[in-house]
């Protein structure tokens, strides 16, 4: 059985056991018609899809784009062509060469071409002055993209890169119009414009943002829906909206106690997905502001956090569950138990981990450390997580000043490097090395990268893991870059999360998967009226 195989095997496994369901009864005929109305728990701080990593841009922009290939609804993970017909490796697979589907149209009017992808593509891996990539990293093995006809793609690169499938399926890389780049390489941050199956409607700061079903839609009879109304609402009246019936689904999701309230109003007329999802939280220190730049003081505060005692609580309060690194519990590239304990942070013996935590600030000359905190205003798990960590340092003598941000505030403070930690995560589409740990590599090449540090040694490991193929020697210098990271506390991971769904009854055709960034295009939803 191939790796590939091996993994959609277990995460269905899985996914259906944590949902606690059967296997899929025969599938009902999709009704056309109506406008599904759901909650997203912020405000987008831009439009641009390149150059964010939350959910509370991706659920409001991307029922309007396409990406050149994504995850299957039906068999994730599995890869399909989005405006890529087909697509084909070199036998030395440092070539890649994609066929455009034929009549793809952007909402004005416009055909895709071949030029539309590569300027998509090269704005991911060069951005111009003025543009931002969060995920440059990801793409900088690319060394040319060539567009020799109208339908046809070439990539090429400099070596091997056993994630570059999952890469190119990434919900993140929206399709854009060359010749509005050309114009105005910054227009995705204001404009809405793409070849998805919604065109978009309007959008104001506290209001709904609106789209409105596509009738040029290259996937012949979608979508489904005549449109879709998107509300900004977080926090109890989310839950509210959700018990009272006014929005029909939280694509993000709600916590156990949220789950049973939201249940017990609704009953049989709202349904639950629940499984793991790919999203790890995480504590990243501003290396570049003293006394943080002492791995010192970074140590010590990973030492003090008991994650069993964590794990136990959050798990009954919040959507967070499992403690682990940055590779998910469970899945093949993950710790196993036995390497997890071994892990600093992770041990059983927390008296001796305080005294250390202790030990290394005096040592480093912070014996009454202050630490000013960045969180974001959600307080679920954001602001749990913040109680939890301050009592957590409190117990070794350090005082932690919380800060609750807006989504907009909080995306400009951590580009701009102003706190002493932040709490930060890492939520991915797919459970990849290449995909989960290129966050880590140095800031120079990796601008989402929190910690602000630039460690050549984990930019090589990086590397050396992107291009092995042999799945143990993988596994090993993942193991390898995890350490390094968690070793000098340039972050520390807490706990990964766990995905609560609710949505009406009558609301079908969308697919649950671990990743709360896919199938947010909403093409295959319908409603049963």
Known sequence: MTMRRWFGAWFLGLALAAAGVAAPAAAETPRRGGTLVFGVANEPNTFDCHASNTFAVLHFVAPHYSTLLR???????????GVAESWSPSPDRLT?????????RFHDGSVLTSEDVKATFERLRAPPSGVVSIRRAQFDNIVAIEAPDPRTVVMRLDAVDTAYESTMASPWNCIYSAALLRSDPQYPERRVMGTGPFVFGEYRPGAPWTGSRFDGYFEQGLPYL??????????????????????????????????????????????????????????????????FSDPR?????????????????????????????????????????????????????????RAEARRLLAEAGQPALRIRLAIRNLPEPHQQLAVFLTDQWRQIGV??????????????????GNYDAIIDFSADPVDDPTIQLERFTSFDRAPNNATRAIDRTLDGLFERQRRAVDPAARRA?????????IGEAYAIPLFWAYR????????KGWTFSPSHFLYQDLSTVWIDE
Do not use: K
């Open 297 to 353: 003081v970074r140590r010590a505060l990973n030492l003090a956090v008991d994650r069993r005692v964590g794990e136990a609580a959050m798990t009954r309060i919040s959507s967070v569950r499992t403690a682990g690194t940055f590779l998910r519990p469970g899945t093949p590239m993950g710790p196993t138990a036995e390497e997890l304990v071994r892990i600093p942070g992770f041990g059983p013996d927390m008296l001796a981990a």
């Open 399 to 416: 005082t932690t000043e919380n800060t609750p941000l807006e989504n907009g505030p909080w995306q400009a403070t951590l580009a701009s």
């Open 71 to 81: 995850f299957a609804p039906d068999d994730y993970p599995r890869i399909v062509g």
């Open 96 to 104: 890649w060469t994609f066929r455009l589907r034929e009549g793809v």
């Open 477 to 485: 210098l993942v193991r390898e870059f995890e350490a390094r990271v």
């Open 500 to 507: 609560i769904i609710p949505i009406a009854a009558n609301v």
């Open 226 to 291: 005549d449109g879709f109304r998107a509300i900004p609402i977080q926090g109890q009246a989310s839950i509210n909206a959700l018990a009272g019936g006014q929005i029909m689904a939280e694509f993000r999701g709600v916590s156990p106690p949220q789950r049973d309230r939201i249940r017990a109003a609704r009953g049989e007329r709202i349904r639950f997905h629940e499984g793991d999802r790919i999203s790890v939280y995480m504590v990243a220190f501003n290396t570049e502001r003293t006394p």
